[in-house]
T-cell receptor, first 113, second 116 residues
């Protein structure tokens, strides 16, 4: 069965600094997608970034970027110039053969002013 | 207006009561999902529906039932609520089709249910 592991239950970073959230996954699929979702205190889940496994180039969205290591099955999220509004739970997910998502347990990100 | 709307946003009920959580969407997506979120456990899939006539159990369907009344509407029922069903419930949708098949989910704002 597919699994997604986020080994950091909680991370903290100083405002304006850079932080990296870790995610590893296990899949037998040859083609799949990987996602990072953000859940702020308002509780709605918001897509942060998406990576297509067949693309070698790492996805970027403004201050958010990923380090996708396909052979190692690693998909970490880097947040540059951290802002107070980045404080949230971050969830990593991968799609299975039916395009359904398998979720990690989440990492709580704390931003220190 | 939100693309995926859940009602109620918050609900407190008593053990044994029947509860229905409703979800409607304006995204035109065929696929709809109900998830449950508990602290430290991430999201767990309760039920999913790929179209009006296709409903499937997820990993934690016991104690729950669903109804897909239309393409845009997908409701979750707890026939006899129990305290360990206290959780945050999310409805989500996803697109299908060659260009859209990625698995990306679009979420409602969640329904927090407390069973006393």
């Amino acid at each position: 069965a597919q699994t997604v592991t986020q080994s950091q239950p909680e991370m903290s970073v100083q405002e304006a600094e850079t932080v990296t959230l870790s995610c590893t996954y296990d899949t037998s699929e040859s083609d799949y997608y990987l996602f990072w979702y953000k859940q702020p205190p308002s509780r709605q889940m918001i897509l942060v970034i998406r990576q297509e496994a067949y693309k070698q180039q790492n996805a970027t969205e403004n201050r958010f970027s990923v380090n996708f290591q396909k052979a190692a099955k690693s998909f970490s999220l880097k947040i540059s110039d951290s802002q107070l509004g980045d404080a949230a739970m971050y969830f990593c997910a991968s799609s299975d053969s039916n395009y359904q998502l398998i979720w990690g347990a989440g990492t709580k990100l704390i931003i220190k002013p | 207006d939100a693309d995926v709307t859940q009602t109620p946003r918050n609900r407190i009920t008593k053990t044994g009561k029947r509860i229905m959580l409703e979800c409607s969407q304006t995204k035109g997506h065929d696929r709809m999902y109900w998830y449950r979120q508990d602290p430290g456990l991430g999201l767990r899939l309760i039920y999913y529906s790929f179209d009006v006539k296709d409903i499937n159990k997820g990993e934690i369907s016991d104690g729950y039932s669903v109804s897909r009344q239309a393409q845009a509407k997908f409701s979750l029922s707890l026939e006899s609520a129990i305290p360990n069903q206290t959780a945050l419930y999310f409805c989500a949708t996803s697109a299908t089709g060659l260009a859209a098949n990625t698995g990306e989910l679009f979420f409602g704002e969640g329904s927090r249910l407390t069973v006393l």
